[in-house]
């Protein structure tokens, strides 16, 4: 069917057995993000050390796209140069946006190019970006807010 | 046909053939909904089950919107043209029709409002906006010290202007609690409505739980304490006879786009003494009686409450669908829905892994049904999940948490996924629903 476009079998590999889940201590910051149209919820928490993100723990609730996305999402992030991972929140937000205009580069997004799909269902773009959204805040907050080239233009 | 109104004529009268117990031919009466014969994906048939949600217009509703801009359009109550009489008299004759729907004593009881949400926070800012006005008001105002009570099952449009009036006026807000079977815990009614109670707003049928509550028991406790009641009745108007002295309310807030008429209207039926002494809510053209650069006088009821252009089209609508649910009669409405939903109950309650939320018999309950479920692992599905690969196999439900949050905190679920029915859902669609739900606990199953 159609839909096997969107719930790929990577994702729900990463629904049935997500990666990074459970809150985990040391953390500079901790967010609680909502999807008010769907009641997706995660509750997540950053440790930055040296300007390389250290760890990403989190606890959440919802569909399986937001549930995957962020398994999927600390996967990616765990141990890059903050720079880098706020480069690849850009890369995985334009393809949401994209709806199913770009072909992403497996190189770059990994386990992240499955949910191309989701991006033709625009009802489910928020559950995709839940996590990366509750992620970015919690490291802005971390730093103390963002460098302005960091910013999404 | 078993109705107690009087046919209007517009439609033709149908052969009682007999769906199941519903007293018309349901699939004749489909075929008045162009829409129901949409094919989705991949040419699948559309399974309409989000009618809590919009219902769907049939024909004559759409033909007289259509001919009231080709022939009649212009403003109304304004200008001596034959377009603005018409226009007028059309308007007007929409008030007409939903006044004699509701068993309104008086036409000008019927106020147009934007949906019943707008109804409601009307009332709200009426009693806010009374502070300030002279002592024909009194019943209107209150302040620290009082309260106003609604139930745990209201759709936030019945919750959140009460917050906000509480939060202008330093008055309480106090609810009625659920049972686990999602009815009103009414055991302890008389401590939750007291003599400090001012107001209180309740949802005649649950958008989520589909339950139909007891009106005269809440309305009776209200009235010994002398609270004003406001009856929210968007999901119950469009299903069920309603007549608004037997209810006994004093308000009654309903909106056209659930009752297969046009979206952007809806109604707030009051009583005629209270509407007069009623402060206005919105300022502007119409609402008035004379007007000086120092201050205005305002017009009586309905015109009071209805600044501005309102919705003609829109109310020339839902006087069409009016009229298309008398032919059909509302005593045969509420009983093909109630037979609807007791098949679907009963299907649902067959599905392993299913939760009703909500009454779990059809006693003294609508066709709205939520539920949640599991997948062949045990694991909980999200509603998203469900309604998505529902969707695919052209089945449409609701899921989320309905504007009802509070119900949802309250089962302890983070959503619902809800099959809501109208006069034209069948047990067929009902099946297709079920036999989805089968798929989709597969396709998440390890």
Redesign the interface.
């Known amino acids: 069917?159609?839909?096997d476009s969107?719930?790929q079998e990577i994702i729900?590999d990463h629904y049935?057995n997500p990666h990074h889940r459970g809150l985990r201590e040391p953390f500079d910051t901790e967010v609680h993000h909502v999807n008010p149209?769907?009641?997706?919820?995660v509750t997540l928490r950053v440790k930055v050390a040296d300007g390389v993100v250290a760890d990403v723990s989190y606890e959440s609730?919802?569909?399986?796209?937001s549930q995957a996305s962020a398994s999927v999402m600390t996967d990616l992030v765990i141990g890059r140069s903050v720079h880098d991972a706020l480069e690849l929140g850009r890369e995985f937000l334009a393809l949401m946006q994209s709806r199913g205009t770009v072909e992403p580069d497996e190189d770059v997004l990994e386990d992240a190019v499955a949910f191309a799909g989701v991006s033709r269902?625009p009802a489910?773009v928020k559950?995709a970006l839940l996590s990366w959204m509750a992620w970015k805040d919690a490291t802005a907050q971390a730093l103390g807010g963002i460098p302005e080239q960091e910013v999404d233009r | 046909m078993t109705s107690t109104r009087p046919s209007s004529g517009r439609q033709s009268v149908r052969p009682a053939t007999g769906g199941p117990g519903g007293g018309y031919d349901v699939e004749q009466v489909r075929k008045d909904f162009p829409i129901l014969a949409r094919r989705v994906h991949d040419d699948r048939p559309l399974v309409y089950l989000d009618s809590a949600a919009s219902s769907q217009k049939p024909v004559s509703v759409l033909d007289a919107e259509r001919d009231y801009y080709e022939l009649h359009n212009a403003n109304v109550h304004r200008g001596i043209h034959v377009l603005a009489e018409e226009a007028t008299a059309l308007y007007e004759a929409a008030r007409d029709k939903v006044a004699a729907f509701i068993g309104a004593p008086r036409r000008d009881e019927v106020v147009f409002t934007k949906n019943s949400s707008e109804a409601l926070n009307l009332v709200a800012y009426a009693m806010s906006n009374a502070a300030t006005s002279g002592p024909e008001a009194e019943r209107f105002r209150l302040g620290p010290g009082d309260e106003v009570v609604v139930t745990e099952m209201e759709h936030h449009s019945n919750l959140v202007p009460w917050q906000m009036l509480c939060r202008r006026t330093g008055a309480t807000l106090r609810w009625i609690g659920l049972t686990d079977d999602g009815r009103l815990d009414l055991a302890d009614l008389d401590q939750v409505i007291t003599g400090r109670a001012k107001v209180v707003s309740f949802v005649h049928q649950s958008n989520i739980l589909g339950t139909v509550n007891p009106v005269e028991k809440i309305v009776s406790r209200a009235r010994a304490v002398g609270a004003l009641t406001v009856l929210d009745g968007s999901q119950s108007v469009p299903h069920m006879p309603i007549d608004v002295t037997a209810l006994g309310v004093d308000f009654l807030a309903f909106t056209g786009h659930k009752m297969c008429g046009p979206t952007g209207i809806g109604i707030l039926w009051g009583r005629h003494e209270l509407l007069e002494v009623m402060p206005p809510f919105l300022g502007g053209g119409e609402m008035i009686e004379l007007v000086t650069m120092e201050e205005s006088t305002y017009a009586v009821p309905p015109h009071r409450f209805e600044a501005g252009t309102p919705m003609i089209a829109q109310a020339v609508g839902l006087g069409a669908a009016v009229d298309y649910l008398t032919d059909l009669g509302m005593d045969a409405i509420a009983a093909h829905e109630h037979d609807i939903t007791a098949y679907a109950l009963d299907g649902l309650s067959a599905v392993p892994g299913l939760r009703i939320i909500g009454p779990p018999d059809a006693v003294d309950r609508g066709g709205a049904v939520s539920f949640v479920l599991t997948g062949t692992d045990d694991r909980p599905l999200h509603p998203h999940d469900v309604g998505q690969l529902l969707d695919e196999l052209g089945v449409a439900v609701r899921v989320g948490h309905h504007c009802a949050r509070p119900v949802c905190l309250r089962f302890g679920v983070p959503a619902t996924t809800r099959a809501s029915f109208h006069l034209y859902s069948t047990r067929g669609e009902v099946d297709a629903l079920v036999e989805g739900l089968g798929h989709v606990r597969r396709f998440f199953g390890t």
């Open positions: 069917m159609n839909l969107m719930y729900l049935r149209t769907c009641g997706d919820e609730e919802g569909c399986s796209i269902y489910r559950c």
